[in-house]
């Protein structure tokens, strides 16, 4: 960053040496008007070439012609004096006429564009400032309404860099650009900036006014010429004053501005602002005939300005790093009683912080796939996570479309870090475990209502007051619940959407009271028809609208200023996407850039570590569901219980409901009729199952307590039975029949387990009578069907668990409709008795080959 005080420093000598040059020159010029003395004249443009060589080195006062390519660029910031030509004392005694204008003020030429000499001059000077500036510290806007911009022709390499306007031609364009100018005067703007970034200047060049330029735009100039230095704003105007057609129109010298006079062939150059160039009071010029610089060589201009487009697309990225916190300052020191405040990207050069607070409680984000959705909801959460501690702050993640959005933020096996932040965090997740994350916020935000009525208060700050004086060491935490994709949940009229539905515009509505906050974002919100019929009730809660590329449906539909965005910008709207006037001044819209928060990997992993190494040790990994996590037995917390004794009554484990804390899914077994179960799927996962049902039942009972009877009918169980017969073998007491034989064990009267594998291949007679009389002596069957409409046996058997069946047999087993999407790696479980039914991640064996890897 550039020391500010260096540089007032800095400006001050310059200013007190272009005084001195302004004298030297005074003298010399006024010394002998009559009959100058050509050897001291001779002497004094060899002061004043050496002089000028200080205020003015390299690009800035070099004559151009002889200037090589291959002088490096960039200088000091701002290259505050600039060279208009060559000063003649005499026709072999000369030296650069230098005038101060960046950081200082502005130039008016008496002539327009279309004066060849006004032509050259533009281009050289324009040449000398962005060579001489530090890359993309200078922004030049271009007007020039009667030479069509030609004059910035081949300078529009620096377009694309955003260093220079496509140059304005009419009055609309005029307008604009003043408009843009107006902007930048901006309070505080000349105080010394926080960073380099701020750092730049705007340089208003008018080649000529267009046609129709009326008395309004012309005291806009004057009024930014008057207040513009201060801001960094400086101008040069060819064609001032304009010609004065009306007394409205007449015009006086802008204020705080260097005024060249074109003459034939040469120019007088008038007093800088501030400053003399003569010696006497009467004489306000430059005492010597000017040679403006012509137009320099084109190779010089283009090869300058293709380094420079070069230079500032790298220079004018955003970086995660600008939306963080300043190095020096205190990680997590941000109280969150009031809101959360973190910066998204930046506007221009300015960075733009976005609020969760009563105002502005809820986020919605819309974007096109690819066009950075994802990367903008990891900044924002980084952003948030460096400002504010895990006491003050909590997320929630929930991403609902394929892909690792969020897996950054968990523990993996070969990153065992993760954000403090995060309670629970949902990859790849289904409309269940969704739902179960909102029932899970609802009742945070009801226990927070009951807190409030206790204490008597209303808002969270009030709240966290009462409770740190009723000795509560840590403050009740903002809750920021993010949700990607979230039309996957909401949409259509099964039972999840109705009641996420319900939930989302709970917590819409009334979160903000409780410091619940959310942010929604999506491809599409259109899909959410649910939503749109109470329009105004849901979508009116998330005033703060964030357009990424293709994501104007989060806007009004008549505002379309998200059109045509590129990668890596966004339209931050916090009037509800609400539009206005084209061209008209928005107030409550923005277009930022943003960055890849990937694009620096080693920062990332600093921030990461840094974050995980702050965190309270005590603390707890986040809750995790990855969707496409295969779950295992043996890693399950109520399994280990039952083996070390602690396991409570038998249950069959089949595998982990999708709820927040992925709890354990149980069929429990007892002595009521119908305590059996039943697995249905024709894929090889089914006889998982089965074996981890069988597994888990044998864990509960002590140590050679128990009777197993393993058979399998098909030719696809015959491995899991075996390996299941010598595993429990070292426990229980095991035996192994075949068909006859597991008629003959088909006994009510034998307490134990029967354990069959492709029991639709052959159901034994004895069957219906072991089922209706065994669970009430302690005989339990657990079946593996591959085909479910071989299952005959009815209310018999409670607990039926489905892997890839098709709804329409499901009903047919269970004997109603139901609406439940057979997928990969998913099991809808039923118990007839409690008439439950969940969805299930079912334990499948880990040696089957788990190529997605990763437990949950
Ligand atoms: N600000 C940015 N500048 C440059 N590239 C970016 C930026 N943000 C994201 N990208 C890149 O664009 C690609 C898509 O980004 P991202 O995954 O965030 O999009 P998305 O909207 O979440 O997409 P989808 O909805 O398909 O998951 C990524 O390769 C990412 O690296």
């Excluded at 010597?288 to 070069?310: K, Q, T």
């Excluded at 098909?714 to 068909?739: C, I, P, T």
């Excluded at 018999?796 to 489905?802: C, E, N, S």
Aim: net charge negative; charged share 20%; aromatic share 6%.
């Amino acid at each position: 960053m550039v020391d500010s005080a260096l540089r007032v420093q800095q400006a001050a000598a310059l200013h007190r040496q272009a005084a001195a040059l302004a004298e030297a020159a005074g003298n010399a010029l006024d010394a002998d008007g009559t009959s100058p003395d050509p050897r001291e004249q001779h002497r004094l443009a060899e002061d004043l070439r050496a002089a000028a060589g200080a205020l003015a080195p390299g690009w800035l006062g070099a004559p151009l012609d002889a200037q090589s390519v291959n002088t490096p660029l960039g200088g000091v910031y701002p290259p505050q004096f600039v060279r208009l030509g060559a000063a003649q004392l005499l026709d072999d005694a000369r030296f650069p006429a230098i005038v101060p204008l960046l950081g200082t003020g502005h130039l008016t030429i008496d002539a327009t564009a279309t004066d060849s000499r006004v032509f050259g001059l533009l281009r050289s000077i324009l040449l000398r400032l962005l060579a001489a500036a530090p890359a993309g510290s200078l922004l030049v806007r271009a007007v020039d309404g009667i030479g069509g911009g030609e004059v910035f022709a081949p300078f529009a390499d620096l377009r694309d860099a955003g260093l220079l306007s496509p140059p304005a031609t009419d009055r609309q364009g005029l307008r604009d650009v003043l408009a843009e100018a107006e902007k930048w005067l901006r309070p505080g703007r000349g105080v010394a900036p926080r960073r380099t970034r701020r750092d730049r200047m705007m340089l208003v060049v008018i080649a000529s006014l267009p046609e129709l330029t009326e008395g309004e735009e012309l005291r806009r100039i004057a009024a930014l010429a008057q207040q513009g230095p201060d801001s960094g704003l400086h101008l040069i105007v060819a064609g001032w004053p304009p010609p004065p057609l009306t007394a409205e129109t007449t015009q006086a010298p802008l204020p705080r501005t260097t005024m060249v006079s074109v003459r034939n062939p040469y120019a007088v150059i008038g007093d800088p602002p501030g400053a003399t160039f003569g010696s006497t009071p009467d004489v306000s010029w430059l005492n010597a005939p000017v040679f403006l610089d012509e137009d320099p060589p084109p190779h010089l201009i283009d090869s300058v300005c293709r380094e420079l487009a070069a230079h500032s697309a790298a220079a004018s990225r955003v970086t995660l790093a600008d939306l963080l916190p300043e190095p020096g300052e205190v990680m997590w020191s941000g109280d969150a009683a009031e809101g959360l405040s973190t910066v998204v990207g930046h506007d221009g050069d300015t960075p733009l912080a976005l609020r969760f607070n009563d105002l502005t409680p809820h986020w919605m984000v819309g974007g096109r796939s690819g066009a950075g959705k994802t990367a903008f909801l990891i900044n924002v959460l980084y952003g948030l996570g460096a400002r504010y501690g895990p006491a003050e702050l909590a997320f929630y993640l929930l991403d609902f479309k394929e892909g690792v959005a969020f897996a950054e933020f968990v523990p993996t096996q070969g990153e065992r870090t993760w954000l403090p932040h995060a309670r629970a965090v949902g990859v790849e997740v289904d409309r269940e475990y969704g739902l179960a994350v909102l029932r899970e916020l609802n009742a945070e935000l009801s226990r927070r209502f009951t807190a409030y009525e206790r204490a008597g208060v209303s808002t969270l700050k009030e709240l966290r007051v009462a409770a740190a004086e009723d000795g509560l060491k840590r403050p009740l935490p903002r809750i920021l619940c993010v949700v990607d994709e979230f039309p996957v949940l909401l949409s259509g009229s099964d039972p999840v959407a109705t009641e996420a539905t319900t939930l989302i515009e709970t917590l819409a509505r009334t979160g903000r009271s409780c410091g619940i906050h959310l942010v929604l974002a999506s491809q599409n919100t259109t899909g959410v028809s649910a939503l749109y019929a109470k329009r105004d009730s849901f979508f009116g809660q998330f005033p703060v609208r964030i357009a990424l590329p293709g994501g104007g449906d989060v806007l009004e539909p008549a505002n379309d200023s998200a059109a045509g965005l590129p990668l890596g910008t966004a339209v931050v709207n916090t009037a509800g996407g609400l539009g206005g006037p084209r061209g008209a001044t928005r107030g409550h819209e923005r277009i930022i850039r943003f960055p890849d928060p990937h694009a620096d990997e080693e920062l990332l992993s600093d921030l990461r570590h840094k974050l995980w190494g702050a965190r309270d040790p005590e603390s707890q990994p986040p809750r995790v569901f990855a969707g496409y996590a295969h779950q295992h037995l043996a890693d399950d917390p109520a399994y280990r219980a039952a083996l070390a004794g602690r396991g409570g009554s038998p249950a069959a484990l089949v595998g982990r409901t999708l709820d927040v804390n992925l709890s354990t899914a149980a069929f429990p077994f007892g002595a009521s009729p119908g305590r059996h179960l039943a697995i249905f799927g024709s894929q090889a996962s089914a006889s998982e199952v089965l074996d981890a049902a069988a597994r888990s039942v044998a864990a509960f009972h002590q140590p050679r307590t128990a009777r197993f009877v393993i058979c399998s009918l098909v030719a696809e169980g015959d491995r899991l039975a075996e390996a299941l017969a010598a595993e429990l073998g070292h426990r229980q007491d095991v035996v192994r029949v075949d068909r006859d034989g597991l008629a003959a064990e088909l006994d009510p009267e034998r307490p134990g387990y029967r354990v069959v594998f492709g029991l639709d291949a052959m159901a034994p007679e004895s069957l219906p009578a072991f089922l209706r009389d065994g669970p009430a002596r302690g005989a339990h069957l657990l079946s593996w069907w591959r085909d479910p409409r071989q299952f005959t046996a009815g209310d018999a058997v409670a607990g039926l668990l489905f892997l890839n069946v098709p709804p329409a047999e499901i009903g047919a087993v269970i004997g109603e409709p139901v609406e439940w999407l057979p997928r990969p790696n998913r099991a809808l479980l039923h118990d007839r008795q409690s008439g439950r039914m969940v969805t299930v991640l079912p334990f499948l064996d880990p040696g089957a080959g788990d190529d997605r890897g990763g437990g949950a």
